[in-house]
């Protein structure tokens, strides 16, 4: 069982940034694949970026590419979601998940078993 906590959310101004973080409970942490995943009003929970055992090993979506960098510490059982060049449409809930399971990028919201409460960012123009 995996316990997920996401904190940094907040508001903002466009082109500026926020850290998010997730700290989970539980064992093994490197063996889990990390994802972040939004969801903005009115829409279905999306992809954002994926982390597999080091933070060498990340994925993102194109809407994200080049601005937001995925990391973690499993010496901590942390994973965080660094955002840069924030606009209005990064505007969401962001929620952080886990799976147990290293061996490929996982990018759909259902190969996922845990999931943090989510996090608030508002990016304002």
């Known amino acids: 069982q995996v316990h997920l906590v996401e904190s940094g959310g907040g508001s903002v101004q466009a082109g500026g940034s926020l850290r998010l973080t997730c700290a989970a409970s539980?064992?093994?942490?490197?063996?889990?694949?990390m994802g972040w995943f939004r969801q903005a009003p009115g829409k279905e929970r999306e992809f954002v970026a994926t982390?597999?055992?080091?933070?060498?090993?990340?994925y993102y979506a194109d809407s994200v590419k080049g601005r937001f960098t995925v990391s973690r510490d499993n010496a901590q059982n942390t994973v965080y979601l660094q955002m840069n060049k924030l606009t209005p449409d990064d505007t969401a809930v962001y929620y952080c998940?886990?799976?147990?399971?290293?061996?490929?990028?996982?990018?759909?919201?259902?190969?996922?078993?845990?999931w943090g409460q989510g996090t608030q960012v508002t990016v304002s123009s």
């Open positions: 998940a886990a799976r147990l399971g290293t061996d490929r990028y996982y990018l759909k919201e259902g190969e996922y078993n845990y």
């Open positions: 539980g064992r093994s942490f490197s063996s889990y694949s």
């Open positions: 982390c597999r055992w080091s933070g060498d090993s990340t």
